[in-house]
């Protein structure tokens, strides 16, 4: 849009990659698994394939989801091949909650959900959620004193 800058991007938390970590985990320790009929190059393709898929889960987690804050909306993407994209104004926003477990406190990572009046968003495994709230709510309120000023 015209006018337009980037505040900030959310940064996903480390724990979304936990399956894709137990999947390259088992790939290495599969080799060294005894087993009675396998042989080592059967278990070795096994992990090969292991992996790919850890790699594959990691590539689409990473490059599938960007959360953006510009000084104007909210901009939601999802996908890798197919692209979604949802963007919200800031002066439609009504209100920014922020849903942490006790190990999202803890590891600091949690859901930040804005919704606008008819809809909610919820923007999932958010690094500092606090923080980003905080730089939305910053956004929303000098949008909305601009938007008052224009209105005097």
């Given amino acids: 849009m015209d006018g337009e800058t980037l505040i900030c991007e959310a940064r996903f938390h480390y724990v979304m990659f936990w399956l894709p ?15 009675g009929d396998g042989t080592l190059n059967t278990r070795l393709l096994f992990s ?11 590539i689409v987690i990473n490059n599938g989801k960007r ?4 000084n104007k909306r909210i901009i939601l993407k999802t996908g890798i091949i197919m692209r979604n994209s949802k963007e919200l104004m800031l ?3 009504e209100s920014i909650n ?12 949690g859901d930040v959900i804005v919704s606008t009046g008819e809809e909610k968003d919820v923007f999932k495994y958010v690094r500092n959620p606090m923080s980003f709230s905080t730089k939305i709510n910053e956004q929303i309120d000098k949008v909305s004193s601009t938007a008052s000023t224009d209105i005097v």
């Fill in 21 to 35: 970590a137990l999947l390259v985990l088992l790939a290495l320790a599969f080799p060294f698994v005894p087993t």
């Fill in 48 to 58: 090969g394939i292991l992996l790919v898929l850890a790699l594959l889960w990691y």
């Fill in 67 to 70: 959360f953006l804050l510009t």
């Fill in 91 to 93: 002066r439609k926003c």
């Fill in 98 to 109: 922020v849903r942490q477990s006790i190990m999202g406190r803890i590891l600091g990572y």
